[in-house]
């Protein structure tokens, strides 16, 4: 069964930043031909934020495009993703995803103005 992990979130003022950790069990990171970060703020649907393909092809969303980084590390089944110049909007629950089968239990990030 596979297991994801997110670590990382948490409180931070506006301009700071952040960085999210998503550890897989076994190797499913290897196999996976895209991990994804998606978001969800409360009253809104969840939303792709980044993701990343097996050969490191990498897309953002339009509102984080020159702020977030995915990269991934199929060695130690980790993918990150580095969150910079945060902003309120920002604010939500951050899930990790494999493949849009696999999820993460999420972990909470806040920007304060």
């Known amino acids: 069964q596979v297991q994801l992990e997110e670590s990382g979130g948490g409180l931070v003022q506006a301009g700071g930043s952040l960085r999210l950790s998503c550890a897989a069990s076994?190797?499913?990171?290897?196999?996976?031909?895209?991990v994804g970060w998606y978001r969800q703020a409360p009253g809104k649907q969840r939303e792709l934020v980044a993701r990343?393909?097996?050969?490191?092809?990498?897309n953002y969303a339009d509102s984080v495009k020159g702020r977030f980084t995915i990269s991934r590390d199929n060695v130690q089944n980790t993918v990150f993703l580095q969150m910079n110049s945060l902003k309120p909007e920002d604010t939500a629950v951050y899930y990790c995803?494999?493949?849009?089968?696999?999820w993460g239990q999420g972990t909470q990030v806040t920007v304060s103005s």
């Open positions: 076994g190797s499913i990171f290897r196999a996976a031909a895209i």
């Open positions: 995803n494999v493949d849009k089968i696999y």
């Open positions: 990343i393909t097996s050969g490191g092809s990498t």
